[in-house]
């Protein structure tokens, strides 16, 4: 259970905060080869801009907060490369977690846990055993993720149940997919952010973004800090929410 460590502080929980903010961390090894620095330094310095972020997202309201940190498809980058990130992945939550769960942040990881090392997989499972009660903000770490293969576990599971007689075929609905998906106790995410000026999904909850609302911003990753949260989410609120329908549902949510 949070507690509560951070002080809640001032223009917390707005009326006009997305619930969940879903985020593609991307430009960090142009930020650095701007820099003449090294690609390594570009994702130490996105794990700052993380931090900065985890915080100003309990400052601003946000229930939950989804970050792509590993893709599925990041394997066909050089080892080097991988090693780092994983390197970053580990001194995140070793030097991290305490932290996090001190202010109350739940941990959840979402993504495929084969293949990947045992001392990983154990530091994933230990943060989110440690934060399983926190409730001031989820932070949802997209690791190993991709939406495709995703779909395709939640497919092969309900296939089993019809093949074991266990289920009509007729009663798997977009409800029941969902369910099956890793992402089954979290919200679908109302506003995506990707950073670095790319405007692309990326196979990253492809899914759950069915009535997303996305907003590109042209900064990379690193310099990403809370006044760029804000106006991603300023820009979120200008746009008006019909998920098909005539009447818009987060105007008539907020009453503005
Ligand atoms: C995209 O930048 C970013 C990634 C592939 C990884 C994001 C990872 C972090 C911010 C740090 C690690 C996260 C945790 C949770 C410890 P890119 O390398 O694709 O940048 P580029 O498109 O400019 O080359």
């Known amino acids: 259970m949070s507690n509560g460590a951070m002080p809640k502080p001032e223009g917390s929980d707005r ?3 997305p619930r969940h903010v879903a985020i593609i961390m991307d430009g960090n090894g142009r930020w650095a080869a701007a820099r003449g620095l090294p690609r390594a330094e570009g994702h130490r310095r996105g794990v700052e801009a993380l931090r900065k972020v985890v915080r100003a997202s309990h400052e601003l309201g946000i229930s939950y907060l989804t970050i792509f940190s590993f893709s599925s498809e990041n394997w066909s980058r050089p080892a080097s490369e991988i090693g780092d990130l994983f390197g970053l992945l580990r001194r995140f939550i070793r030097n991290d977690l305490a932290t996090l769960h001190a202010d109350g942040v739940r941990v959840r ?3 495929e846990r084969e293949g990947l090392e045992s001392d990983i997989c154990a530091l994933l499972t230990e943060a989110e055993d440690l934060t399983r009660n926190n409730t001031r903000l989820t932070l949802v770490v997209a690791f190993n993720y991709g939406s495709r293969q995703e779909i395709a576990n939640a497919a092969q599971r309900l ?6 007689g266990k289920r009509d075929p007729a009663t798997i609905t977009p409800d029941v997919l969902g369910a ?10 109302d506003l995506i952010i990707r950073t670095s000026g790319e405007q692309r999904l990326s196979n990253f909850l492809m899914w759950q973004a069915a ?6 911003v042209p900064i990379h990753w690193p310099d990403f800090d809370k006044a760029a949260l804000e106006g991603a989410i300023a820009e979120y609120a200008t746009r008006e929410r ?6 818009a549902k987060n105007v008539a949510k907020t009453g503005s």
């Not at 296939?159 to 074991?164: F, M, Q």
């Open 15 to 17: 009326a006009d905060a």
């Open 109 to 111: 990881v979402i993504g």
């Open 180 to 189: 099956h998906l890793d992402t089954s106790d979290i919200p679908d995410p």
């Open 159 to 164: 296939a089993r149940e019809v093949a074991d």
């Open 211 to 216: 009535y997303s609302e996305l907003v590109f």
């Open 242 to 247: 019909r998920f098909g329908g005539l009447v």
